[in-house]
């Protein structure tokens, strides 16, 4: 059963009682929130995935519940709870959806360690991924949607989760979060994207959620191998520029964006040794979103 075959009755319902149980790849994650910002962003951003049954047993229990005292009654608040204990500083109501998007990747990043985690996104053509690791500010996400938008298969925005036992990379379709002026970027360059509301003045500046593909969310049993890895870094009217990064230096930049490669001890570092090996590694500048696409449509036609 799809998300979106849920009543909005059903789903506040569900959402109320902690029984709503959603398969996002290889996790399930039972939800629980009254709050309406985040029953109006799973309707809007999770309409095509599958619910699990309620005999499934769930990764993680996470709650997003109002917050206590006279907050309740002159300033609306949101929390993250889990397992009965609250993991981040109480934020305003309005933030409730992104709180939850953001309490999900600190569920699989603390806790998910028979993958490697690697702040990045991930895409594929067929089962050949294409990993772009940077740091905030640098355009990965603004590339990864309009790369998502213009047929590129979405395994993830933020998580790249890369299997420990075999080296094959997960799919973790889930929305993809544009901040600031990349939410009218994308907008303009693709009409028919669809935007959860903007998160207005959060940490992170204003943030709005794009809704993934259905054919992305329908594929999430389909692994790929990771095949490119090039770091982005969008500048202002450059012209775009692709220099070949040193497999040494690339590992390095993988490490330092692994969540938990220290933990893996030296399985991670052979990991991450065997994932360059594997790549053709890149460092790429754009200031031209389209020169960026024809870029990568040229990569992935490449044998």
């Known amino acids: ?15 109320h009682a ?10 399930v994650f039972r939800l629980q ?24 047993p769930a990764d993680f229990a996470l709650q997003i519940v109002p917050g206590k005292g ?3 009654v002159w300033h609306r608040q949101a929390c993250f709870v889990f397992d009965d204990r609250a993991i981040f500083e109480p934020l305003p109501a309005a933030h409730a959806f992104a709180l939850l998007e953001w309490s999900m990747n600190w569920c699989i990043s603390s806790h998910a360690h028979q993958y490697l985690i690697v702040h990045a ?15 905030p500010g640098s355009g990965k996400s603004t590339l990864c949607a309009a790369l998502m938008l213009s047929g590129w298969r979405l395994l993830s925005d933020e998580l790249t989760l890369v299997r420990m036992s075999d080296g094959w990379i997960d799919p973790l379709v889930r929305p993809v979060s544009l901040k600031n002026r990349s939410i009218g970027v994308i907008d303009a360059r693709f009409p028919a994207a669809r935007f959860s509301a903007v998160t207005r003045d959060t940490s992170k500046g204003d943030v709005a959620h794009l809704q993934p ?9 389909m692994r790929a191998r990771a095949r490119w890895i090039v770091q982005p870094r969008w500048q202002a009217d450059a012209p775009l520029q692709l220099t070949r990064r040193p497999r040494a230096s690339a590992a390095v930049e993988l490490a330092r964006n692994a969540f938990n490669f220290a ?7 052979e990991l991450v040794a065997d994932l360059v090996t594997a790549c053709d590694c890149h460092d790429l500048v754009y200031g031209n979103l389209d020169e960026a696409l024809a870029h990568f449509e040229a990569l992935a036609a490449a044998p």
């Open 18 to 27: 902690g029984e709503l149980r959603l398969h996002t790849g290889p996790f």
């Open 33 to 56: 929130s009254p709050h309406r910002e985040v029953q109006a962003g799973i309707q809007a951003m999770y309409a095509e995935h599958r619910l699990a049954d309620p005999s499934e």
């Open 70 to 72: 006279l907050h309740r």
């Open 213 to 221: 593909p259905a054919d992305a969310v329908a594929a999430m049993n």
């Open 121 to 135: 996104a991930v895409l594929a053509r067929g089962d050949r991924a294409l990993l772009l690791p940077a740091p």
């Open 1 to 15: 059963m799809r998300l979106r075959e849920l009543s909005p009755g059903e789903l506040a319902r569900r959402l």
């Open 263 to 269: 933990l893996q001890g030296q399985e991670g570092f």
